[in-house]
């Protein structure tokens, strides 16, 4: 069973940074794909960025540039740093992850496995 932990989140005024990890237990290898997703309030969630066993990473226009999605295999942890804040950028966050290849699409349901989110609040 893998279980998937974020941290990292907080409040931050426009302009700033956050680096949010995402701790994942259990049977995890270098061979996931692992991504990041956000759900600001009324809205869908939506896929953000994703990085492939191979460390090819993919973004949203809407964080390029400015998100960075990495990963440490030795310490089973997955990374976003969030520069240029923007109270837009006001969201849960979570990450996820799933054996081999990233899907094509950044699709919340086509991972099987989440976390539970951590708060990120920009404030203008």
């Known amino acids: 069973q893998v279980e998937l932990v974020e941290s990292g989140g907080g409040s931050v005024q426009t302009g700033g940074s956050l680096k949010l990890s995402c701790a994942a237990s259990?049977?995890?290898?270098?061979?996931?794909?692992m991504a990041w997703f956000r759900q600001a309030p009324g809205k869908e969630r939506e896929g953000i960025a994703s990085?492939?066993?191979?460390?090819?990473?993919n973004y949203i226009d809407s964080v390029k540039g400015r998100f960075t999605i990495s990963r440490d295999n030795g310490k089973n942890t997955l990374y976003l740093q969030m520069n240029s804040l923007k109270p837009e950028d006001t969201a849960m966050y979570y990450c996820?992850?799933?054996?081999?290849?990233?899907?094509?699409?950044?699709?919340?349901?086509?991972?099987?496995?989440r976390g539970q989110g951590t708060q990120v609040t920009v404030s203008s």
């Open positions: 996820a992850a799933d054996r081999g290849s990233c899907p094509r699409s950044l699709n919340w349901a086509l991972y099987n496995y």
């Open positions: 259990g049977y995890v290898y270098s061979g996931f794909c």
């Open positions: 990085i492939q066993p191979d460390d090819t990473t």
